[in-house]
């Protein structure tokens, strides 16, 4: 079964760097896409970036200047770095898995804060 | 591509038929249409993608439905683990959108 645990800091302060970890299990982070979610409190979702293994990565053109997506296949994890960070930051983030109908697998979410 | 979905909250009670919307400000490139449900507390459940086709393990009394622009969602006999919000999504265009969310609450 495939399984995926978002793991960092529930707390950033603002104008820092947010960095999140998805460690994945049941299925090999080279085999699919793999994507960044967000859900501000009490709002939408909002895609943040995928990466496929081969280094090929696609960005929100909202967050780009900001987001870095990057994997590391050793320890089959995938990680997300959002740079100057403000409130309107916070939000649940989401790894999941990315296949050609949408979004299958979905970690349990990360509730991630901006606040000094 | 901007996705609305109406209505924004639908109250109905169990045993009744569901019909949700999502419009899109531009063709859908394939159908690549999703609909998701969450719960409080959950991450999103994909159910429906390619417009059309069930996820592995989604009951039948979801469907999904439409082409182009217009797509919809029905749960033909709501059961009370279905009151939930639902999301629809597309991924045939790049960035991949999601719409605002629709609330389903028993009435």
């Known amino acids: 079964q495939v399984q995926l645990q978002e793991s960092g800091p529930g707390l950033v302060k603002p104008s820092e760097t947010l960095s999140l970890t998805c460690t994945v299990s049941?299925?090999?982070?080279?085999?699919?896409?793999w994507s960044w979610i967000r859900q501000p409190p009490g709002r939408g979702l909002e895609w943040i970036a995928y990466?496929?293994?081969?280094?090929?990565?696609n960005y929100s053109p909202s967050l780009k200047s900001r987001v870095t997506i990057s994997g590391d296949t050793s320890k089959n994890q995938f990680s997300l770095k959002l740079s100057s960070v403000t409130a309107a930051d916070t939000a649940v983030y989401y790894c999941?898995?990315?296949?050609?109908?949408?979004?299958?697998?979905w970690g349990q979410g990360i509730l991630v804060t901006v606040s000094s | 591509i901007v996705l609305t979905q109406s209505p924004g909250t639908l109250s109905l009670s169990p045993g009744e038929r569901a019909t949700l919307s999502c419009r899109a400000s531009?063709?859908?490139?394939?159908?690549?249409l999703a609909w998701y449900q969450q719960k409080p507390g959950q991450a999103p459940r994909l159910l429906i993608y390619?417009?059309?086709s069930r996820a592995t393990g989604i009951p039948d009394r979801f469907s999904g439905s439409g082409s182009g622009t217009d797509f919809t969602l029905t749960i033909s006999r709501l059961e009370p683990e279905d009151f939930a919000v639902y999301h629809c999504?597309?991924?045939?265009?790049?960035?991949?959108?999601f719409g605002q969310g629709t609330r389903l609450e028993i009435k």
């Open positions: 999941a898995r990315t296949v050609a109908g949408g979004f299958d697998y």
């Open positions: 049941g299925d090999s982070i080279i085999s699919n896409y």
């Open positions: 990466i496929y293994y081969s280094g090929t990565d």
């Open positions: 531009q063709s859908v490139s394939s159908n690549f």
């Open positions: 390619g417009a059309s």
């Open positions: 999504q597309q991924y045939g265009s790049s960035p991949v959108t």
